[in-house]
């Protein structure tokens, strides 16, 4: 077997290229009425010689719709399709806020929340006279923390308002008149000094004292009309609202408030003024005679005591 492959390797060579020869011819011949039908199919497109009419193309056959009208939306702000929301930022609160749109009927709605009055807050005790005589006087005070009257001598403490009462004194006080013979008034006065800071105020029996701190009195008509006093940056609860007072001004009377509810995805931001301007009457600072500085008190215009 060994000497017959080298010997014969031409030979079987031959022999395998011979049959794929006569295998190739064969299949050539089946497929020879394939190749007829193939040869026999038209290569090119025959014209009638007619002129060109186009097709008719009919159109959809739809109708005209009306769209309903959208429903208004249980929640959240109601916006047109191209209107933005309203952002601004106010100056007083030095806060941004984004404003519900108005109503329809233009009428801004409910704030739940009324401005009564603006006023300057009262000092925590007013002298309201004195007794004794000169050099051993005792102050009579009314604090709105306490419905009594406090007695009190020359360095009295009083421990729940932080204030110590120093010199306690009486003067008699010219009267403006336009008749020519001098009128007099006797008035007390009380020098308080303030613990935490070391100021002094004096008080006079004649005028209530105020601070500087403005308060609003705000009241809910929703909740009886309950009445509160605030002052500025103080938060409070009424019904299901929160209420935060941003900003007073005494004049023209003016609080700044923002209102948070559940229903709300941002805080509602609204100025509040007092229903009647011609009929308020706001408390001033200065409703009597200037307070004279601590150390000098007035002179009085007449010499006799």
Same mark, same amino acid.
């Given at each position: 077997?060994?000497?017959?492959?080298?010997?014969?390797?031409?030979?079987?060579?031959?022999?395998?290229?011979?049959?794929?020869?006569?295998?190739?011819?064969?299949?050539?011949?089946?497929?020879?009425?394939?190749?007829?039908?193939?040869? *026999?199919? #038209?290569?090119? +497109?025959?014209?009638?010689? /007619?002129?060109? =009419?186009?097709?008719?193309?009919?159109?959809? %056959?739809?109708?005209?719709?009306?769209?309903?009208?959208?429903?208004?939306?249980?929640?959240?702000?109601?916006?047109?399709?191209?209107?933005?929301?309203?952002?601004?930022?106010?100056?007083?609160?030095?806060?941004?806020?984004?404003?519900?749109?108005?109503?329809?009927?233009?009428?801004?709605?409910?704030?739940?929340?009324?401005?009564?009055?603006?006023?300057?807050?009262?000092?925590?005790?007013?002298?309201?006279?004195?007794?004794?005589?000169?050099?051993?006087?005792?102050?009579?005070?009314?604090?709105?923390?306490?419905?009594?009257?406090?007695?009190?001598?020359?360095?009295?403490?009083?421990?729940?308002?932080?204030?110590?009462?120093?010199?306690?004194?009486?003067?008699?006080?010219?009267?403006?008149? *336009?008749? #020519?013979?001098? +009128?007099?008034?006797?008035? /007390?006065?009380? =020098?308080?000094?303030?613990?935490?800071?070391? %100021?002094?105020?004096?008080?006079?029996?004649?005028?209530?004292?105020?601070?500087?701190?403005?308060?609003?009195?705000?009241?809910?008509?929703?909740?009886?009309?309950?009445?509160?006093?605030?002052?500025?940056?103080?938060?409070?609860?009424?019904?299901?609202?929160?209420?935060?007072?941003?900003?007073?001004?005494?004049?023209?009377?003016?609080?700044?408030?923002?209102?948070?509810?559940?229903?709300?995805?941002?805080?509602?931001?609204?100025?509040?003024?007092?229903?009647?301007?011609?009929?308020?009457?706001?408390?001033?600072?200065?409703?009597?005679?200037?307070?004279?500085?601590?150390?000098?008190?007035?002179?009085?215009?007449?010499?006799?005591?």
């Amino acid at each position: 077997m060994r000497n017959f492959l080298p010997t014969h390797f031409d030979k079987l060579l031959v022999l395998l290229a011979v049959f794929a020869l006569m295998t190739s011819l064969g299949w050539l011949t089946q497929r020879q009425a394939e190749v007829r039908r193939l040869r *026999a199919l #038209p290569v090119a +497109v025959k014209f009638s010689g /007619a002129a060109y =009419e186009p097709a008719a193309c009919g159109g959809p %056959k739809t109708r005209p719709t009306l769209w309903s009208v959208p429903a208004l939306q249980s929640q959240g702000w109601r916006y047109e399709l191209f209107t933005p929301p309203a952002i601004y930022y106010d100056t007083q609160a030095k806060t941004f806020a984004v404003c519900a749109p108005q109503n329809p009927v233009g009428s801004e709605p409910p704030f739940d929340l009324e401005l009564i009055d603006v006023q300057w807050e009262p000092f925590p005790l007013q002298l309201v006279g004195y007794f004794g005589a000169a050099g051993n006087y005792m102050a009579a005070f009314t604090s709105a923390t306490s419905p009594e009257t406090r007695i009190a001598r020359e360095g009295h403490r009083f421990e729940d308002l932080g204030l110590i009462l120093g010199k306690v004194y009486v003067k008699k006080i010219a009267v403006k008149h *336009a008749d #020519p013979w001098p +009128v007099c008034e006797v008035a /007390a006065f009380a =020098e308080l000094v303030e613990e935490n800071t070391g %100021k002094k105020v004096v008080l006079d029996s004649r005028n209530r004292r105020f601070t500087d701190t403005p308060q609003a009195v705000l009241s809910a008509p929703s909740r009886g009309s309950r009445v509160r006093t605030v002052h500025e940056g103080e938060s409070f609860d009424e019904g299901k609202s929160s209420y935060r007072v941003d900003h007073i001004q005494i004049e023209p009377p003016e609080v700044v408030v923002a209102r948070f509810a559940p229903d709300q995805l941002q805080e509602e931001i609204r100025k509040l003024h007092p229903p009647s301007q011609k009929d308020r009457s706001v408390t001033t600072k200065a409703s009597g005679p200037k307070y004279p500085p601590v150390g000098s008190p007035p002179e009085p215009a007449t010499t006799n005591q």
